[in-house]
Each structure stands twice: as C-alpha cells, then as structure tokens.
C-alpha cells in the first residue's frame, strides 16, 4: 500500500534488497551517566554503613545493579523509533509532520525514512523498520504483522478529475461503468471503487494527467492532497483540469507500527486524543478544500 492508501505487488527481489536497518537498543549518553552518577551514590552509602568490607560482594553489586538501570526503562534507552514515509507524497508529509508531534507529546525517540512508497511498507511488515507514517484502515487484514494506532491521524478524501468542458454533471459512482477511468498504481480506494471494471494504472499524477489531457482516459481518480498539489504546482500544463464533486471518496488514516512495538500504542493513541482535543491541527483535506479546482 502506498502513501495515498496504495499498495503493490514487489517481487521477491527487491524485498531480499531491502536495506538491512539496525534496531539495536543502546543506552542514551544522557541516562548512562545517570546511572553510573547513582552507581558511586549508592556505592558511598554501602562504605559509611560498613558494607562495603566485602568487595567481592560489593563490586558485584554495584554491577548487577548498573546494569539492572540501563535496560530498566527502554523508552529512555533504546534508538529512535524508525518510521517509513514517501517522501513525494502530501498526504505522507503532513503525516510525518503530525506525527513529529504525536511521538514527542508521548516522549518517544523517532526518525523517519524516506523510502519509496511499497518499501516503506514492506519493511515495517517484516520489522526492519518499526513502523509507517500512516495508511487506510483495514491494512492489519492484508498484513497481520502491522498494528493500527487507532485514533485516525488526519483524514483521506480520493476525488475524481475531469476535463473542463465535459458535460459529465457532478460525480456518482455510474460513472465508472461507461468512462474510460485511470488512477496512479497502487491507490488500494480506486481500486475498491473500481471492482472488476477495467481502469488504466499509471506510476504518478503527472502522467495520470497527461493521459486525461490527451483523451487516452476520461476520467482521472486521485488522493486529492497529492493531485491537488500536482495541479497547483503547474497551473499552465493542466489548467483544464477540475475536480469533480462530490468527493468520490473518505476515510480515515492511520499511523501504523510492527506489532513487535504494539507496547507503545497506547501511548501513541493517548498522545493522538490530546493533540486533536487541543486544536491546534488544521484538516489538510479541508485546506485543499479552500483551494480545490472549481
């Protein structure tokens, strides 16, 4: 599934080629000092209470117990939690920046990695990296490795395009019986909303455009926060574009993670339920809204 709730067949090639990330767990410089701090605290106070006339004993201790601290709380100890996200995707941007947030509110380490869009899936399903940016609900069935935070991060509206000039009316759902319907590869909700009609499968928005400029399709489906930026970015090339209401389709997104970090969910969902209730985030939806093709 791709960043506008896309997903994919990869062969077994690129997923052997898959980056190998590192999910070590290491000590913070910060929390080891502490510890070794408290260590010589507590190794003070065995020598004014005379323990410390056993070293054997005492060294051993001291030992058991520094180590016992490091591994005590691994949110504090462990490396950043790595996320996927496609970097050329809208939708994965505003993800990413809401999240940024969401992890922070929760005080967990995280990075996020740019990797293409069926990649950064993969890899969070096989737990190299420990989660995605967000995708459409329904993705733990396909993907049973992947947990859903379940408090939706923003929200997904797919639209459908047209040419200027036809007389079309407003969008409804007949219309894919008898146009000539196109949408990027991979986007899960056009190929929902298709069913068994036929419908051209391209690799970007901008050739999704230009085939609907050419006549080669009549109808165009897209995530609406990554087509509408595609036609803002190049009003001259696709002017004659517009969108179509109502929308041809909404849902919820959602950050996934592998399970194997489903302790932290709970976190995430608490932090998720603070920041909306604070609202202090603007629907990226209903900003492309204001600034939608009449």
């Known amino acids: 599934m791709g960043a506008d709730g896309q997903v994919g067949q990869v062969c077994a090639g690129e997923r052997a080629t898959a980056p190998r990330f590192s999910l070590r767990v290491r000590p913070s410089v910060w929390y080891v000092s502490k510890v070794i701090n408290a260590a010589f605290r507590l190794g003070r106070a065995f020598s004014h209470a005379q323990v410390c006339r056993f070293p054997r004993f005492d060294a051993s201790f001291l030992l058991c117990f520094v180590f016992c601290l490091l591994w005590a709380a691994p949110g504090m100890a462990r490396e950043p939690y790595r996320i996927g996200f496609a970097q050329n995707a809208r939708i994965h941007q505003e993800a990413r920046t809401r999240l940024e947030a969401v992890y922070k509110r ?5 990075e996020f990695v740019p990797l293409p869009q069926k990649r950064s899936l993969l890899l969070a399903v096989d737990g190299l990296l420990d989660g995605d940016v967000g995708r ?17 991060l923003l929200d997904l509206t797919g639209a459908a395009y047209v040419v200027r000039g ?10 894919l019986d008898s146009l000539r319907v196109g949408a990027v590869r991979g986007v899960l909700w056009a190929e929902k909303l298709m069913g068994d009609r036929p419908m051209e499968k391209v690799n970007n928005y901008e050739t999704l455009f230009d085939m609907l400029l050419a006549g080669r399709i009549d109808l165009a489906l897209g995530s609406r926060s ?7 970015d190049d009003r001259a090339r696709y002017g004659s ?3 179509m209401v109502p929308a041809a389709y909404q849902t919820p997104f959602y950050h996934y993670v592998n399970r194997k970090n489903a302790d932290i969910v709970p976190l995430l969902e608490k932090a998720l339920r ?10 990226d939806e209903r900003a492309a809204e204001t600034q939608a093709t009449p």
Request: proline share 6%; hydrophobic share 40%; charged share 25%.
């Open 241 to 243: 574009i517009r969108m």
């Open 166 to 175: 036809q007389d079309f009316g407003d969008y409804r759902v007949a219309l």
């Open 136 to 152: 459409i609900p329904g993705l733990e069935e396909t993907y049973p490795s992947l947990v859903r935070v379940d408090v939706k």
């Open 106 to 110: 929760a005080g967990l380490p995280v």
């Open 274 to 283: 603070e920041l909306h209730a604070e609202g202090g985030w603007h629907d």
């Open 226 to 232: 990554s087509a509408e930026g595609v036609l803002r």
